[in-house]
Structures are given as structure tokens and as C-alpha cells.
């Protein structure tokens, strides 16, 4: 069976950007993975002989997200095969995708890349992304990355703030789950009454909440 992929709005926008780096900033299920797992198998099948990485943040959501999604996505006919004990999809063009983990930066020193998609990239370091860059450098590479924010971090700084400054070769996006026309909206409000304030505002809200000095969030004097 073809799968079909229908965008909303905002996963429109982002797959038809031209930066060379965007950003892609949602609340919880707000489409995140989905938009950058159908952009990493454009880049490949788009070009033969391409070389791109996805990271995430653990191994564990590599293996519980990223993996299963990758392959559920690619149409079958396109893979040539896919290395289990590397964690990399080869297509029949020659291209290959390669899954990695932030979680210790310096094994991600390497060849260099076409393009480049972090996933969750609030919860990476910045070091991750100091390492990655310059495999984009030969190549003049492209990169993007999709997460909910944890704060005014370096995501904030170095991919958001660019974009709405409006710096050539930048773009993002930001939006909340309810903007996410496929999520029942119903249990978005129930989450509402059962969060704290300010877990609801930056899961939910995609609101750039910081909880630094806050050790109870919801603590008020009587």
C-alpha cells in the first residue's frame, strides 16, 4: 500500500522552503518527526549519491522513533538496504541516510554531508551541533532542525533568532499542537487541566518557558 503524505499548513511551508537552515519549533505532536523524516527522504531520493544524517538526542529515541518512522515512510522500492548494525539506509539512487545519537558528540566527527536534520535538538548540546557543521562546509550542506523548546537556548540563538531577523539562508516556523488540524483538540485541553501552567505553555503552546531558578513552577505564597 502507497502511503500519502498531507501536510498541514505549516509542514507545507517548511517542506517547500528553500533556506539552508530551518527550524521547525511545535508543540507536543504537532507533526515534528513526521515533517522531518518526509524531508530527509526528499534530499535523498532527489539527488543520487547524497550522504545525510538524522541525530537525535538518546539512542533509545533512534531506535524507539527515528528508525521505525524512516522505514515506515520509504516506499520499499527505493531501499537497497539498510545496515541494522550501522543504522544507515542505502536507496537504490546511492544515496544513504545515516541515524546517529547526540549523546556523545564527539563520535559524530566524519564525512562530509549533504544535509543535516536534528531531531529534538533542544535536548541535544550545542557542542552536537559545533561538531556537525563543518561536514556541511564542502559541500555547501543544508541543515534543519525540528524540536519543542526548552527555553531561550542555543536552538533559540543560533537557528530562531536568525530567522526572525530575517539573516539570509534562515527560516522557522513555530506553532502550537492545537494548530495541528489532525489532533483531536479535545484531549489538547484535557492536558490543559492536568499540566502545570508552565509545562502546558512550552509542550503545548511551543512558548519558550524556562523553568531555570523555578524549583516549584506552581508554588504561590498563601
Known sequence: ???RFKPHKYQYAFLHSKARFRTFIAGRRGGKSITGTIEALKQADSKPNTKGWIISPTYQMLKDVNIPMLLEWCPPESIKDFNKSDNRLELINGSTITLRSGENPDRLRGVGLDW?????????????WEVLYPTLTDKNGIAW???TPQGYDWVYD???KPAIDKQEGFEAWKFTTLDNPYIDQSL???AKKDLSDMMFKQEYLASFEKFEGLIYPDFSEL
Open 116 to 128: 543535516l536534520w536534528l531531531d529534538e535538538a533542544c535536548f541535544m548540546s550545542k557542542q552536537v
Open 1 to 3: 500500500m502507497i502511503r
Open 145 to 147: 532542525v525540528t524540536t
Open 188 to 190: 489538547v485541553e484535557q
Open 158 to 160: 543560533t537557528f530562531y
